[in-house]
């Protein structure tokens, strides 16, 4: 079975803490991308990856950084958390190359900076 | 650029009835692919249903089915004989053939099955 797993459902944060989020996935995909889902809006991509250590830039890149060291894992930092980036974080990933490539989402992480 | 427009916020269906939920999606490429997604309370994203822009037929997926129409540019998603377990958020989303791989995704219905 497809697994991509989040390494938190729930986290609470202070403004200005450096805050990791970590995805792995199991199914040797080239492409990863994390998302930001929040209500009226959908969700908006912040980065993707199409190899181990590239990256690029998705639509809202603004206070985030990626980083991917190995195939299977790719982690989403807030430098300085702050108040507007509580949100549902969302990871996925996929094979590259056919249209049809579904893209296979972890369960979430709810973030929450106080 | 690419644009997913989903128009219903949300919607109220008796359980057992069939329900459309409505796609339209802006796009100057030739060749893209249109998804469907169902996320439950729990958070996940679940794949229903893939059509493709040179698919001749409508996609279909057990109970799902999707309405395409190109010249409309509309992918609605059809859900036959619905169920209490299909209360969920549903986003379509587009991904252009070429260049990079990422989905760009519709506010999202919210469908509610009523006993």
């Known amino acids: 079975d497809v697994k991509v797993t989040q390494s938190s459902r729930y986290l609470v944060k202070r403004t200005g803490e450096k805050v990791f989020l970590e995805c792995v996935q199991d199914m040797d995909h080239e492409n990863m991308f994390w998302y930001r889902q929040d209500p009226g809006l959908g969700l908006r991509l912040i980065y993707f990856s199409y190899d181990v250590k590239m990256k690029e830039k998705g639509d809202i890149p603004e206070g985030y950084s990626v980083s991917r060291e190995k195939k299977e894992r790719f982690s989403l930092i807030l430098e300085s958390a702050s108040t507007n980036q509580t949100s549902m974080y969302l990871c996925?990933?996929?094979?590259?190359?056919?249209?049809?490539?579904?893209?296979?989402f972890g369960a979430g992480t709810r973030l929450s900076v106080l | 650029a690419q644009k997913i427009t989903q128009t219903q916020p949300g919607m109220f269906v008796q359980e057992k009835e069939a329900v459309t939920l409505d796609c339209t999606y802006d796009?100057?490429?030739?060749?893209?692919?249109l998804f469907w997604y169902k996320q439950p309370s729990s958070g996940e994203m679940i794949f229903l249903i893939y059509?493709?822009?040179?698919?001749?037929q409508n996609a279909t997926e057990g109970r799902y089915s999707l309405n395409f129409q190109k010249a409309r540019k509309s992918a609605n998603l059809v859900i036959s004989a619905s169920q209490l377990g299909d209360s969920a958020m549903y986003f379509c989303a587009m991904r252009e053939t070429q260049g990079a791989q990422k989905l760009v995704f519709g506010q999202g219905t919210r469908l509610t099955i009523n006993p």
């Open positions: 796009t100057s490429d030739q060749s893209y692919g």
């Open positions: 996925a990933s996929s094979f590259s190359g056919a249209a049809k490539n579904i893209q296979y």
């Open positions: 059509q493709g822009s040179y698919d001749e």
